[in-house]
């Protein structure tokens, strides 16, 4: 696991919605869910370059669910393809950071409650050796619709309709590294220690050159600080919502890069818990993420009309209604 540093991330979860079911206790065992995913913003440091191309669409051609019902863009471009400074070839390609989600590639999903993982959204980085114009900050909204379509009780009609989860809004900072190579393209030489992260140029995950550098952090509505989880190079948070006599837990999983917690979140006032993570220079490195909903039965007063609060989701996952 290799150490971070820098920049950073904010969740904000809504309030979902009210959900009017039977007042028999009864458990959902099946929803089906549809996600969405895109870029809100971004700035860029300006050397002089093309700037930040944006282009796809986070509604996948079915129509978007965020509000306004507006679609958002689910790639960011930047730079210009360079020699590659590594000694394993040309690069003609920029640098981009791409959304993957069920929504984007036109799919529905169906998740069993206290089952297995489900697909959220993922996050790709095709890291390139560039010159110009690149990343520094980017806003990604993200939502998730949870559709009931089978319960316990076989008298409760299904499908039911989809419930509004919440809108998050991920902040990240971005750090383009300098590779810090002298001699040339034919011949490089890897000077030093790569920046921030105290981790020697040339090696391991800076084999290629001074990997890149993500860091994240995120806060509710009341601007508490979401509670990662660490286990096995993997990166766990959750929230609950209620229906009914069943409290649900939904679990997101975040894996596949060199992910961290860092104590200080610097850049970032006052904020702390951050996670961060590196991307590989001259490859493409994705940042996966899973959910899963697990449930607990609960005594909760009537009436029958049940708030449907505080459900929430990364990777990367999200929100959507269907007609």
């Given at each position: 696991?290799?150490?971070?540093?820098?920049?950073?991330?904010?969740l904000?979860?809504?309030?979902?919605?009210?959900?009017?079911?039977?007042?028999?206790?009864?458990?959902?065992?099946?929803?089906?869910?549809?996600?969405?995913?895109?870029?809100?913003?971004?700035?860029?440091?300006?050397?002089?370059?093309?700037?930040?191309?944006?282009?796809?669409?986070?509604?996948?051609?079915?129509?978007?669910?965020?509000?306004?019902?507006?679609?958002?863009?689910?790639?960011?471009?930047?730079?210009?393809?360079?020699?590659?400074?590594?000694?394993?070839?040309?690069?003609?390609?920029?640098?981009?950071?791409?959304?993957?989600?069920?929504?984007?590639?036109?799919?529905?999903?169906?998740?069993?409650?206290?089952?297995?993982?489900?697909?959220?959204?993922?996050?790709?980085?095709?890291?390139q050796?560039?010159?110009?114009?690149?990343?520094?900050?980017?806003?990604?909204?993200?939502?998730?619709?949870l559709?009931?379509?089978?319960?316990?009780?076989?008298?409760?009609?299904?499908?039911?309709?989809?419930?509004?989860?919440?809108l998050?809004?991920?902040?990240?900072?971005?750090k383009?590294?300098?590779?810090?190579?002298?001699?040339?393209?034919?011949n490089?030489?890897?000077?030093?220690?790569?920046?921030?992260?105290?981790?020697?140029?040339?090696?391991?995950?800076?084999?290629?050159?001074?990997?890149?550098?993500?860091?994240?952090?995120?806060?509710?509505?009341?601007?508490?600080?979401?509670?990662?989880?660490?286990?096995?190079?993997?990166?766990?948070?959750?929230?609950?919502?209620?229906?009914?006599?069943?409290?649900?837990?939904?679990?997101?999983?975040?894996?596949?890069?060199?992910?961290?917690?860092?104590?200080?979140?610097?850049?970032?006032?006052?904020?702390?818990?951050?996670?961060?993570f590196?991307?590989?220079?001259?490859?493409?490195?994705?940042?996966?993420?899973?959910?899963?909903?697990?449930?607990?039965?609960?005594?909760?007063?009537?009436?029958?009309?049940?708030?449907?609060?505080g459900?929430?989701?990364?990777?990367?996952s999200?929100?959507?209604?269907?007609?």
């Amino acid at each position: 696991m290799n150490k971070l540093t820098r920049n950073c991330f904010y969740l904000t979860a809504a309030a979902a919605g009210v959900l009017s079911v039977s007042a028999q206790a009864a458990k959902i065992t099946e929803w089906g869910y549809v996600n969405e995913a895109g870029f809100a913003n971004y700035q860029f440091q300006d050397t002089g370059g093309t700037g930040i191309t944006a282009s796809g669409s986070s509604d996948g051609g079915n129509g978007s669910i965020f509000p306004g019902g507006t679609p958002l863009p689910t790639s960011l471009t930047w730079g210009t393809g360079v020699t590659a400074t590594g000694g394993t070839g040309q690069s003609s390609s920029p640098s981009s950071l791409n959304l993957i989600s069920p929504e984007t590639s036109a799919t529905n999903g169906s998740a069993f409650t206290d089952g297995g993982w489900n697909t959220g959204t993922n996050m790709t980085h095709d890291n390139q050796y560039i010159t110009g114009d690149y990343l520094t900050f980017t806003n990604i909204l993200d939502a998730l619709a949870l559709q009931p379509l089978a319960w316990d009780d076989p008298l409760i009609p299904t499908p039911g309709p989809f419930l509004d989860g919440p809108l998050l809004s991920f902040n990240i900072l971005f750090k383009e590294t300098d590779n810090q190579v002298s001699g040339t393209s034919a011949n490089p030489i890897f000077d030093g220690i790569c920046e921030d992260t105290q981790l020697a140029n040339g090696e391991g995950i800076n084999a290629g050159g001074c990997a890149d550098i993500f860091l994240f952090n995120g806060v509710d509505l009341d601007d508490q600080p979401i509670d990662f989880t660490f286990e096995d190079e993997q990166v766990f948070f959750s929230s609950d919502f209620i229906v009914q006599d069943y409290k649900y837990t939904v679990t997101t999983r975040l894996g596949g890069l060199a992910l961290q917690e860092i104590d200080d979140c610097f850049g970032i006032d006052g904020q702390s818990n951050c996670v961060g993570f590196l991307t590989e220079e001259n490859g493409l490195n994705t940042l996966s993420a899973d959910f899963r909903v697990t449930s607990r039965q609960i005594t909760v007063p009537e009436p029958t009309t049940v708030a449907i609060m505080g459900l929430a989701l990364f990777g990367l996952s999200f929100a959507r209604r269907r007609a």
